[in-house]
């Protein structure tokens, strides 16, 4: 089946710093989902890419859609220790359809 | 902000015992999805719902799992007869009709022992 890897697997970086982490796939995506999660609770949803080549902010975090549409890469600035948590890139095929999630990266931060 | 509501949070309960999980979804969304996610692994697809059916079901939705929409608001997901490995995150999730946008709930933590 379809599988997502995200690298890093973790960082530890310290408060103030400029994160990057990114997501490649072998399949062809046509939207990619970026989510965060905490301890013990949902993910929630970051940012949506639908076309290849797209730039997409929100607040401090940018992400990009790959041009092969094959990657994708999440950029957070100035990070804060509420930053902390582990963030998945995820792919559906199509509306209504499962998303494929990759293996997260996990976030610490130092105040 | 609308948003996906589970319950109950926190359910224990014996191998081979039933089990229902239960989800408020987003009230305009159309298609419902259940996740399962064990601890330290990444998010798993289970199942996806459309129209009153099944759309999509992963290899893991054997035949111990059944989900229904009993009424307007509720989507279950339920387990018949649990087993040790069905201990995870029960995650909920949503999206509207024309969207690739999945929104998700808190999630049910399940532990059978």
């Known amino acids: 089946g379809q599988q997502l890897n995200q690298s890093p697997q973790s960082m530890f970086i310290q408060e103030g710093e400029d994160v990057s982490m990114n997501c490649t796939s072998s399949s062809i995506f046509n939207t990619w989902l970026w989510y965060k999660q905490d301890p013990g609770e949902g993910p929630v949803l970051l940012i949506a890419l639908y076309k290849a080549g797209e730039l997409t902010s929100n607040g401090r975090l940018t992400a990009q859609f790959g041009i092969t549409r094959k990657d994708s890469f999440l950029n957070i600035s100035a990070s804060i220790p509420s930053d902390v948590g582990i963030y998945f890139c995820?792919?559906?095929?199509?509306?209504?359809?499962?998303?494929?999630f990759g293996g997260g990266t996990r976030l610490m931060v130092k105040p | 902000e609308p948003e996906v509501t589970q319950t109950p949070s926190h359910q224990v309960t014996q191998m081979g015992q039933e089990v229902i999980l239960r989800c408020v979804p987003i009230?305009?969304?159309?298609?419902f999805y259940w996740y399962r996610q064990i601890l330290g692994q990444k998010v798993e697809f289970l199942v996806s719902?459309?129209?009153?059916?099944?759309?999509?079901k992963s290899e893991i939705f054997d035949d111990q799992f059944s989900v229904e929409r009993p009424d307007g608001s509720n989507f279950t997901l339920k387990i018949r007869s649990t087993k040790l490995e069905d201990s995870a995150m029960y995650f909920c999730?949503?999206?509207?009709?024309?969207?690739?946008?999945?929104?998700f709930g808190p999630g049910t933590r399940l532990t059978v022992t």
């Open positions: 999730a949503s999206s509207g009709l024309e969207s690739y946008e999945q929104y």
């Open positions: 995820a792919g559906p095929q199509k509306m209504g359809n499962m998303l494929t």
């Open positions: 009230s305009n969304h159309l298609y």
């Open positions: 719902f459309y129209n009153n059916e099944i759309s999509e």
